[in-house]
C-alpha cells in the first residue's frame, strides 16, 4: 500500500504559477501510474492530469493543455504538477492518485480507476 501526501497549493494571482507535489511512501512510486484530480466547491471531482509510472507519457484535461505540466522523480518518489498561467476557475482542492500499474501501462484518466488518494491541497486563484 502506497501513502501519498500532496504540497505546494497556496493563494496566487491570477496569471500567476504554482507547482504541486505529492509524495509517496510505502512502496516505490515507480510502481505506480498517478494522476492529478481537482474538486471545485460544489462541483464533482474532475480529471487535470495523468503520468505513467515511468513518465513517459502523459495526459490532460483540455482546460489545463499548455498550461499544466505534469512529471514525476521517481527516485524521490515525488510526482509533481506545474501550473502557470493561473486563472480563478483553477481554484480547487487538487488531489494526487495512484494506481498500481503492470510495466508498459499508460496513464489512466478516471478517478474510478486508482487505488490510491491523498488528502488534498488547496488552491486558491484570485482575479
Known amino acids: 500500500q502506497v501513502q501519498l501526501v500532496e504540497s505546494g497549493g497556496g493563494l496566487v494571482q491570477a496569471g500567476g504559477s504554482l507547482r504541486l507535489s505529492c509524495t509517496a511512501s510505502g512502496r516505490p512510486s515507480s510502481a505506480y501510474a498517478m494522476g492529478w484530480f481537482r474538486q471545485a466547491p460544489g462541483k464533482e471531482r474532475e480529471f487535470a492530469a495523468a503520468?505513467?509510472?515511468?513518465?513517459?507519457?502523459?495526459d490532460y484535461a483540455d482546460s489545463e493543455k499548455g498550461r499544466f505540466t505534469i512529471s514525476r522523480d521517481n527516485a524521490k518518489n515525488t510526482m509533481y504538477l506545474q501550473m502557470n498561467s493561473l486563472k480563478p476557475e483553477d481554484t480547487a482542492i487538487y488531489y494526487c492518485?495512484?494506481?498500481?500499474?503492470?510495466?508498459?501501462?499508460?496513464?489512466?484518466?478516471?478517478?474510478?480507476?486508482?487505488?490510491?488518494w491523498g488528502q488534498g491541497t488547496q488552491v486558491t486563484v484570485s482575479s
Open positions: 492518485s495512484g494506481k498500481f500499474a503492470p510495466l508498459g501501462d499508460g496513464v489512466r484518466v478516471k478517478s474510478d480507476e486508482y487505488d490510491y
Open positions: 503520468i505513467s509510472r515511468n513518465g513517459f507519457n502523459t
